[in-house]
């Protein structure tokens, strides 16, 4: 079941509605059923492999990146 992105065409109202079947959306502000349907940036978690991104990586001095937990990086 896909969430869809809505813009109301009447007051404008941006929401959220996840579609079940045949099922149509309404504008949950003010109840009209003329939507415009936005394109939306899929979202996805990707894992690190790498060591923590830290502003203090070069200029701390340590041979191993802590990845900030050391508080170099407050001072950059």
């Not at 109202?13 to 415009?36: A, I, N």
């Not at 923590?52 to 701390?60: D, F, G, K, N, T």
Request: hydrophobic residues 30%; contains cysteine; glycine residues 10%.
């Amino acid at each position: 079941m896909p969430i869809y992105e809505y813009t109301c065409a009447a007051c404008g109202h941006d929401f959220e509605f996840l579609v079940r079947g045949e099922e149509k959306p309404s504008c949950p502000s003010c109840g009209q059923s003329k939507l415009t349907k936005n394109l939306s940036v899929p979202s996805a978690h990707v894992a690190s492999s790498g060591p923590a991104a830290c502003p203090a990586r070069e200029s701390c001095g340590a041979p191993h990146c802590c990845g900030n937990s050391c508080g170099m990086g407050d001072f950059m």
